[in-house]
Nanobody, 126 residues
Framework: QVQLVESGGGLVQAGGSLRLSCVAS????????MGWFRQAPGKEREFVAA????????YYADSVKGRFTISRDNAKNTVYLQMNSLKPEDTAVYYC???????????????????WGQGTQVTVSS
């Protein structure tokens, strides 16, 4: 079992920044990949970013590439999503997810992630 708790969401003006955090507990954090997803009202959940267990490789959706950075601190059991140059279209509930079968694999499909946090709201005003 893995428990995930996100924090750091909020209201920010376009062009601003936010850093999301996700703290994991349960299984050994350093042994599985992590991902961030988001879901806007009326839309399907979409992939944002992923990072392998060691933190040595990352992957981003084209819509956030160059603006968002995913990172992890295995000593703190935490994965981060630094979001810069935010746009109104980034408004969504952001979820972190653990892929306990994905140690060194970067996967964009939500079905491969087996544990999810409760989500944190990010609202970007224009």
């Amino acid at each position: 079992q893995v428990q995930l708790v996100e924090s750091g969401g909020g209201l920010v003006q376009a062009g601003g920044s936010l850093r999301l955090s996700c703290v994991a507990s349960g299984r050994t954090f350093s042994r599985y990949a992590m991902g961030w997803f988001r879901q806007a009202p009326g839309k399907e959940r979409e992939f944002v970013a992923a990072i392998i267990s060691s933190g040595g490789s990352t992957y981003y959706a084209d819509s956030v590439k160059g603006r968002f950075t995913i990172s992890r601190d295995n000593a703190k059991n935490t994965v981060y999503l630094q979001m810069n140059s935010l746009k109104p279209e980034d408004t969504a509930v952001y979820y972190c997810a653990a892929g306990t079968y994905l140690q060194t694999v970067l996967v964009v499909s939500a079905k491969w992630y087996d544990y999810w946090g409760q989500g944190t709201q990010v609202t970007v005003s224009s």
